[in-house]
């Protein structure tokens, strides 16, 4: 059985940082493909840094490109997201999502529907 279990939410405020985590069960960090994933209230969930760390293949956003940072331990077969220099809006609900990695992944690793694990979801809210 699969679980993601993300933790690290919380309320900070612009300019703040907050590192969330995703302790997963049932598969490996390293060998899967592995996104975070965030939803805001009345908007569509969108897919924030995905990375395949057996094949050295990275996505992101680019709205956080040089704020947000995406790595593992293996150890605790965990995937970690640091994110810097917040704004108000990365508010949002945050989740890992968890797939096996197939070719053209590339193609796709923002598409929610191509994950069938997920966590519950921590929170995350940015003050201006």
């Known amino acids: 059985q699969v679980q993601l279990v993300e933790s690290g939410g919380g309320s900070v405020p612009a300019g703040g940082s907050l590192r969330l985590s995703c302790a997963v069960s049932?598969?490996?960090?390293?060998?899967?493909?592995m996104t975070w994933f965030r939803q805001a209230p009345g908007k569509e969930r969108e897919g924030v840094q995905g990375f395949y760390t057996g094949g050295d293949i990275e996505y992101y956003r680019h709205s956080v490109q040089g704020r947000f940072f995406i790595s593992q331990d293996d150890t605790r077969n965990t995937m970690y997201l640091q994110m810097n220099s917040l704004k108000p809006e990365d508010t949002a609900m945050y989740y890992c999502?968890?797939?096996?990695?197939?070719?053209?992944?590339?193609?796709?690793?923002?598409?929610?529907?191509?994950?069938?694990?997920w966590g519950q979801g921590t929170q995350v809210t940015v003050s201006s």
């Open positions: 049932g598969i490996t960090v390293r060998s899967s493909c």
């Open positions: 999502a968890a797939a096996r990695c197939v070719r053209g992944w590339g193609d796709f690793w923002d598409v929610g529907s191509k994950y069938p694990y």
